[in-house]
């Protein structure tokens, strides 16, 4: 591992190209084809065509190579944009003319954004009330709540400023859009050809092996057959919960991703760290609990958009341009986190979503807190523990 990426200084001159390393892991064996590619395939074959590129002739080092390094010491750095402009400068006098490098940051932004590492800031109140997103974009105030939008300085009241002049928001949350994530997965052969192994590939011998195994997903596909009748379209599950980014655990501060799984993948990949797909990060210091919906709003509009209309996608292994649908079928969340994202209230006389009035609740008197204690009515009739009042 180079020296950059972590702790080990490592000497191995095979991490030379490690940037085409990792454009080759998540894009692996991919191929200009005969058939005239959408846009998006057009926009990702031009960066493997500048990830060919030397910085200046002679030099072995790729342009993307160069630029990710340079782009990773900048943030562990936190350098200023300024800065980094300032040595994108210096490094255009003292390489040759003929130099590859951008020369701003900006610049740089552009060719990192093609490979699909980009996400949207999103303003939001900072009470959860609303996102200044859509036609709320240009609001200085919340439009429930009616507080500001912006930073203020305590000293003297007024709306802080960054160096270039804009206005510091007080909350905002990164959305990572959904759309081009799933049509990368159909650029490379492999990834492309095990998105239908649920149809394909996939053994049905009435035993559990993978979530297309399962009655839920028979059932999805008996009542939704436009969609199933396209194994490529995406079924989805959703991910969510808090935790504490901080090394000190003392500091108070709950950060919300959420996380997309694509369910088509066979079953030793779609649990895969590398196959998840970051969808939201929602800021802290508080946790969004029941407020989540208005940070989902962007994830649930794409969602409904891919479920109706499709994206326009091309799919390198049959070399075909067709319309992507996707769909979200599960979520995986502990107790709390599916009261914030289903609505249905975990605490109190119906706290079970299966038995909802039926739950059995007893009201503690003396701490005022209800317990659950109707768990031996599970048991069979003659079991020897049903009518045990001596063991809990």
């Not at 206005?167 to 990834?191: A, D, E, G, N, W």
């Not at 399962?214 to 199933?228: I, R």
């Not at 709003?297 to 070399?319: M, N």
Request: positive net charge.
């Amino acid at each position: 591992m180079p020296f950059w990426i972590g702790c080990d200084n490592s000497d191995n001159d095979d991490d030379d190209d490690w940037a085409e390393d990792i454009i080759n892991d998540i894009y692996p064996d991919i191929e200009l084809n005969e058939e005239e590619p959408n846009d998006e395939a057009k926009k990702f074959y031009r960066l493997l065509q500048d990830l060919d590129k030397v910085v200046y002739p002679g030099c072995k080092t790729s342009k993307l190579d160069a630029l990710v390094k340079l782009l990773y010491i900048k943030s562990v750095g936190r350098w200023s944009n300024k800065s980094f402009d300032m040595l994108l400068q210096v490094l255009k006098e003292i390489l040759p003319n003929d130099s590859t490098l951008p020369e701003s940051y900006y610049e740089a932004k552009r060719i990192i954004k093609d490979i699909g590492l980009s996400y949207d800031k999103i303003d939001a109140c900072v009470k959860d009330c609303m996102l200044y997103w859509k036609e709320d974009e240009n609001l200085d105030r919340c439009k429930i709540c009616g507080l500001s939008r912006w930073k203020d300085d305590i000293r003297n009241g007024e709306t802080k400023l960054r160096k270039n002049g804009k206005k510091i928001p007080v909350k905002t949350m990164r959305y990572f859009p959904l759309k081009p994530r799933l049509q990368r997965l159909f650029m490379s052969k492999k990834t492309s050809s095990l998105m239908r192994w649920h149809k394909e590939g996939r053994v049905d011998d009435g035993v559990m092996r993978h979530l297309a195994d399962s009655p839920a997903w028979k059932t999805f596909d008996d009542v939704h057959k436009n969609f199933s009748s396209d194994p490529r379209n995406v079924r989805l599950g959703l991910a969510s919960d808090g935790f504490q980014p901080f090394n000190h655990s003392k500091t108070s501060y709950s950060i919300w991703p959420v996380i997309l799984i694509p369910y088509n993948l066979p079953p030793w990949m779609c649990m895969k760290e590398p196959n998840f797909i970051l969808s939201t990060l929602i800021p802290g210091p508080d946790g969004p609990r029941d407020a989540i919906d208005v940070y989902l709003q962007p994830l649930i509009e794409e969602l409904k958009d891919l479920w109706e209309v499709g994206v326009a996608t091309f799919d390198v292994s049959t070399r075909q341009n067709f319309m992507l649908h996707a769909s979200l079928l599960w979520t995986i969340n502990d107790f709390p986190a599916y009261a914030n994202l289903s609505g249905w209230s975990t605490k109190g006389k119906m706290a079970c979503p299966c038995c909802n009035k039926d739950t059995c609740y007893l009201r503690l008197a003396n701490c005022k807190k209800q317990c659950y204690m109707g768990h031996r009515r599970f048991l069979d009739s003659k079991h020897r523990w049903r009518k045990d009042k001596k063991k809990v």
